[in-house]
């Protein structure tokens, strides 16, 4: 069985794992693992197909009142427990008195990082490939025809796909079998600034074309008409899946913060830069999607059919576009490290501190499952395996695990942390695990823990449910 006998570790070292250098080196890595792929890729691509405007807004209000107290309370039973997610949780249980069942949330958690790198890498591999077609000057000049046939004639070949997401999954495993040594941080320190940076460039360019004042509109006026129910859960999974939130990547994370830092200012400014990377990806999309007569529900080929576009008429355009998509692949590539961390310190738990088979292990488990979705875009385009249900229909295996992680495991997972943190941690508990005095701060925290964010999330359930 496993040994889960680790004295309590509130005072810090664990297992000779260093913690993080300063408060910045956690924001930055914890900021390197929300920016990804969700908020350049999926967040426009979710916000064409829900409608624009009123998505946005339910997204908004679910980051703040749901994302954020989550995000502070998994930092910090990651940061009480100081163990993989799955004896964090079996450790705090026993301190905390409370049911040693609590442990399966670290382990749906862990499940829920498996299942969603298993698809992440697929688009971690576009994105390499991207970073190809842009080198060698594919965009330049090209219409939205050849741009969209590059595109599908990537998906259409299985060997392509499987290719490309072998090679994301290599450089993962290599950079986590390694541990997040001083390399990653100082490469995270200096790479997440120039996605900014570039993403401004971009914002730049957008707005000079005729599509700015359109998008902007649909983007920011809310037409409520086209809220449906399967938005609104889709708008809460997303500001799940955009914070990493409960699948133990943040877990993992806070396990590494040292006691004197304070939980709720970094959860604040990882939610603040996390949601403005999204607002600025969409504001450099939608613009070329509306100039050039593109479909905005163009579904996960959203950025890679627009913004190669640009860049193939903007000057310095091979140069632009490189980085670009460099960059998107470094942020996917820091946000897929931290999915598959609490794996990973697990199996390392277990093996007595193996990393490197541990990293191996559960790579290979994640790059296995990755075949199946890189196939469901070419050979198993026609496999719908829930497709008798209504509400599943046309999806493909790709979709159906994107749907049950984002939709369904993450939502859960967090309602279950906030109860954690809300009830079956008591009040004083849960000030000093903050390190927060009791007061306005820490009581509404706590009230927002106990009913607002649990209620929200169950309410758009049963709604969904109905
Ligand atoms: N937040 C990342 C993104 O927006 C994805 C991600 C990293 C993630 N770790 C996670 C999603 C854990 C869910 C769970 O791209």
Redesign the pocket.
């Given at each position: 069985m496993n040994e889960i006998s680790q004295p309590t570790a509130q005072q810090g070292g664990r297992h000779g794992n260093p913690l993080w250098s300063s408060r910045l080196a956690f924001i930055l890595a914890a900021t390197g693992?929300?920016?990804?792929?969700?908020?350049?890729?999926?967040?426009p691509y979710i916000t064409g197909e829900y409608g624009g405007g009123a998505f946005v807004l339910v997204y908004l209000l679910c980051i703040a009142l749901i994302g954020v107290p989550i995000l502070i309370a998994e930092v910090m039973l990651g940061r009480r427990g100081r163990r993989s997610p799955l004896h964090t949780m079996a450790t705090l249980a026993r301190e905390d008195g409370c049911s040693a069942h609590w442990l399966l949330l670290g382990g749906m958690?862990m499940l829920?990082?498996w299942l969603?790198?298993s698809f992440?890498s697929v688009i971690g591999g576009w994105s390499l490939a991207y970073v190809g077609n842009a080198v060698s000057g594919q965009f330049a000049g090209a219409d939205a025809n050849q741009i969209g046939t590059l595109f599908g004639d990537m998906l259409a070949r299985p060997a392509t796909l499987l290719g490309w997401h072998s090679l994301f999954m290599l450089v993962v495993i290599a950079i986590v079998c390694r541990g997040l040594k001083s390399g990653m941080e100082k490469a995270i320190n200096l790479l997440m600034p120039l996605l900014f940076l570039l993403l401004l460039v971009m914002v730049g360019y957008a707005m000079s074309t005729p599509g700015f004042e359109q998008a902007t509109s649909f983007l920011f006026n809310p037409d409520f008409s086209k809220l449906t129910t399967e938005a609104v859960l889709t708008a809460l999974g997303h500001a799940?899946?955009?914070?990493?939130?409960?699948?133990?990547?943040?877990m993992a994370y806070g396990s590494f913060l040292p006691k004197e830092y304070s939980v709720t200012g970094t959860a604040v400014t990882i939610a603040i830069v996390?949601t403005v990377v999204a607002l600025l990806a969409g504001l450099a999309i939608f613009p070329l999607v509306f100039s050039n007569g593109l479909e905005v529900a163009a579904g996960p080929g959203l950025i890679f059919q627009t913004l190669p576009l640009a860049f193939g008429q903007m000057p310095f355009g091979i140069l632009f576009g490189s980085l670009f998509f460099a960059l998107l692949l470094i942020?996917?590539i820091t946000?897929?490290i931290?999915?598959l961390e609490p794996a990973v310190e697990w199996l390392e738990e277990r093996q007595q501190g193996n990393r490197l088979r541990a990293a191996l292990i559960a790579g290979i488990a994640v790059w296995t499952l990755g075949i199946v979705n890189a196939l469901s875009f070419n050979l198993l385009g026609d496999v719908h395996p829930l497709g008798f249900l209504t509400a599943f229909e046309g999806k493909t295996i790709f979709d159906l695990l994107d749907y049950l992680?984002?939709n369904i495991m993450?939502p859960l997972g967090g309602l279950l942390m906030a109860v954690y943190a809300g009830w079956a941690m008591s009040a004083q508990a849960l000030a000093q695990a903050l390190s927060l005095q009791p007061g306005m701060l820490f009581n509404t925290l706590r009230f927002v823990l106990r009913f607002i964010s649990p209620v929200l999330v169950l309410v758009v359930f049963i709604n969904q449910l109905v």
């Open positions: 693992s929300a920016v990804g792929l969700g908020n350049i890729w999926k967040f958690g829920a990082g969603i790198l992440y799940f899946f955009t914070l990493s939130l409960a699948s133990g990547a943040m996390d942020a996917a946000s897929a931290s999915m992680t984002a993450l």
